[in-house]
């Protein structure tokens, strides 16, 4: 429970990554293969950052949450 899964795949240019929390309280992660390592760090930095602020249980829009996550960075 609260694990943190890290899961690579090919996926479009545009996708980073993302998260999917699960059934059983973890979360995977879902990380772009495509991108470069350091990419692949800051992208995982980004969705750590998420899981730890509870943003995938709150009513705010995505984009507002987006707003908010990339004015602490």
Known sequence: MNEIIIRLLPMPVGVRAFTIPDSEGDYNVYLNCRLSAEQQRRSLRHEQMHIHR?????????CAIERTLAALL
């Open 54 to 62: 509870n943003d995938f249980y709150k009513e705010a829009s995505a």
